[in-house]
């Protein structure tokens, strides 16, 4: 599904070429749940940028889904973006003058999907995040959590085969990270879409079924582990 071959992405700034990252190979099969852990600044974002197909890599080759990402034009990236990609962020990213409900069908809208079938669509996704109480509040209404659940359902509303979290617990208390970890650790269950989970936190990695550990641009570790349903209690939310 994805693959990284020898990914290299310098920066240069001023005298000095950052390497934020240095060499990456990986592979990774459809439909795993993989946690991509690691220090601040380690090269996680930039990893992940060009996985999204936001950032072109120095050098190496990245295939995604069949696409890859390095030789193809940007219209092809677009198009990627938009109907493989779902992306989850700490900050939620969500329209706060939307209602809950419009939020989560407007990636589906913007692929010209009519709007009684991106209700009926977003309707099933606040189903599986539990959130069909609150269909019609705004944004600014719902706890962060729930805020994020919703991002959660925008960002599998148009069935992408590839979600990205980066840091999607990092803004909440410890109750709110954990039902939307179990709620990750869910749809990876149920095969919806490959996932790849961004944290530099142990406790947030563990619900992973693999670990790839990141330091100073390089892939350091990289681990099968069993997800760990009892370790769920002791989850705390990202610094
Ligand atoms: P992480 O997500 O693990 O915190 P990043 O991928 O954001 O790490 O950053 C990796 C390294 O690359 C860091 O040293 C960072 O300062 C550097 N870096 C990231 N983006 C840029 C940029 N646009 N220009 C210069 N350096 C950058």
Known sequence: MISLQNVTRYYESG???VRALDGVSLAIARHEFVAVAGPSGCGKSTLMHLIAGLDRPTAGEIMVDGLRLTTAGDAALTNFRRHQLGLVFQFFNLLPTMSVR????????LQGVPLPECEARAGELLRLVGLTERAGHFI???SGGEQQRTAIA???????????????????????????????????????????LVTHSVEVAAQATRLV???????????TQASSLTSRAGILPAA
Do not use: F, Y
């Open 15 to 17: 005298e000095r070429t």
């Open 102 to 109: 419009e939020n989560v069908s407007l990636p589906l809208l």
């Open 140 to 142: 600014h209404q719902l």
């Open 154 to 196: 925008r960002a599998l509303v148009h069935k992408p085969s590839l979600l990205i979290a980066d840091e999607p617990t990092g803004n909440l208390d410890t109750a709110s990270a954990a039902r939307v970890l179990d709620l990750l650790r869910e749809i990876a269950e149920e095969k919806l879409a490959t996932l790849i």
């Open 213 to 223: 550990e990141m330091r100073d641009g390089k892939v350091v570790s990289d681990v």
